[in-house]
């Protein structure tokens, strides 16, 4: 099975259609070898059953591979672009870089999958004109035939048993617009409207807010720091940017605390937070904190305003 593309546009990002393990490692392993023999860097990010047939099937040349648990490390789809693919492909500026990057498996959930279509149509604006070569391989036994059409959709270059060829589908511009959908409304609630006059202690009361409904709902810990930080970012976000009020809603769903905060503002630019942010651009700051620290985030954003939803997984509460 080849994994070979050409294109006038240094970046490649063909999907790999396979059936079984062994298929798997016909298409991955050789894209690997053919990296390290071309000395370009390569990185291996996938689900955790496939790391340990990937390590065993390259031997002695799994120690020149970088591998990543993407099931940890791509849990939140917006995350993936910043931590993992431009981690890796930044510290390499000079010559190509070869990254195997599986972000949507068998068990991704129906809320989590927009936000993985949404990411791998961004990887294309996220990379477009660099050397880099990201191989994404989809189970065509494992994953609903729609998932499949849709990754004809965000791939140009198809490879499966039968060899290479260009996706007569290819239209991420389409899929972007398409992700960019309304969020439905939670049936239950806890709303905190904020702005209007100035009020020095604004700030810390969306926080109080936040912190006390989600420790109530069982988040706790270094979790509930991350979601009091995260309610933090994207409140100030609405006081500069979104017309100086907005509307933070908590509620439980599902086995997660999800919290989402709402205002006037819209957000041109479809990479914000899924690159690395000016320190100066508190914006662009907030929504990269997001994506880093949450289980999963959904955006939708137009002339009437912008929604950032994330979600928390209610953890196991511990012993005692």
């Not at 099975?1 to 393990?21: D, K």
């Not at 000395?39 to 020149?64: D, I």
């Not at 309610?231 to 500069?240: I, R």
Request: glycine share 10%; net charge negative.
């Amino acid at each position: 099975m080849s994994t070979t593309a050409t294109a006038v546009e240094p970046f490649a990002h063909p999907a790999l259609f396979y059936r079984g393990i062994e298929d798997y490692l016909d298409g991955t392993v050789p894209f690997i070898r053919a990296g390290l023999v071309a000395g370009e860097p390569v990185a291996v990010a996938v689900p955790t059953p496939k790391l340990a047939p990937l390590r065993a099937a390259l031997g002695e040349a799994a120690a020149e591979v970088r591998f990543v648990d993407m099931t940890e490390a791509g849990r939140n789809p917006g995350r993936i672009i910043p931590s993992v693919l431009c981690a890796f492909a930044d510290l390499h500026p000079v010559g190509r870089v070869r990254i195997i990057g599986e972000p949507i498996w068998p068990g991704r959930s129906v809320t989590e999958y927009p936000a993985c279509l949404q990411h791998e149509a961004l990887i294309n604006l996220a990379f477009s004109g660099r050397a880099v070569t990201i191989l994404c391989p989809y189970d065509l036994d494992g994953l609903d035939p729609s998932v499949i059409k849709d990754a004809r959709m965000t791939h140009p270059v198809i490879v499966d048993g039968s060899g290479s060829r260009a996706s007569g589908d290819y239209a991420p511009e389409r899929v972007i617009r398409d992700c960019n959908r309304s969020l439905p409304d939670p049936e239950h609630a806890v709303v905190h409207y904020f702005g209007g006059p100035v009020d020095p202690f604004l700030l810390a009361h969306v926080r109080d807010f936040v912190v006390e409904h989600a420790s109530r709902m069982g988040i706790f810990g270094e979790r509930l720091e991350d979601l009091r930080l995260i309610a933090s970012e994207l409140a100030a976000n609405s006081l500069d940017y979104g017309g100086g009020s907005g509307t933070v809603r908590i509620w439980s769903e599902d086995g997660q605390v999800v919290m989402d905060i709402s205002d006037a503002g819209h957000i041109a630019d479809p990479l914000a937070g899924r690159r690395p942010a000016d320190p100066r651009q508190r914006g662009s700051r907030g929504l990269l904190v997001t994506n880093l620290l949450s289980d999963l985030v959904r955006i939708h954003t137009g002339q009437n305003g912008t929604t950032v939803r994330v979600y928390f997984t209610v953890p196991a509460t511990p012993a005692g």
